[in-house]
């Protein structure tokens, strides 16, 4: 599959942003839904269905009852007090338009 969502789905999360996969939302979705072979190969057949089903249940539902920081560290593992560490949106953005 051609696109970012399947550059995304094709890269593991520590290539993303030099953390700790724990500490990066794609890492949590390719964990949950079996892993990121599992996600790739879905994601290049046209599937979204498991990653969409899995940021309603983890981030979309929760938006909107609970604090952002929770809603962030439940669903990447990025610690809930301190600053936002956004090396990864970086890295992403860096790759994707640079």
Not at 44 to 55: I, N
Not at 59 to 69: E, G
């Amino acid at each position: 599959m051609n696109g970012a969502a399947g550059r995304l789905a094709d890269q593991p999360a520590q290539a993303c942003s030099g953390m700790d996969q724990r500490h990066h939302g794609i890492a949590s979705a390719q964990r949950d839904l079996g892993g990121a072979e599992t996600v790739a190969v879905a994601v290049r057949a046209g599937d979204h269905s498991g990653l969409l089903e899995w940021l309603q249940r983890n981030v979309h539902q929760r938006a909107s009852l609970v604090p952002v920081r929770e809603v962030i560290h439940d669903a990447t593992g990025m610690p809930a007090e301190g600053p936002v560490d956004t090396n990864a949106f970086v890295a992403h953005l860096r790759n994707r338009y640079l």
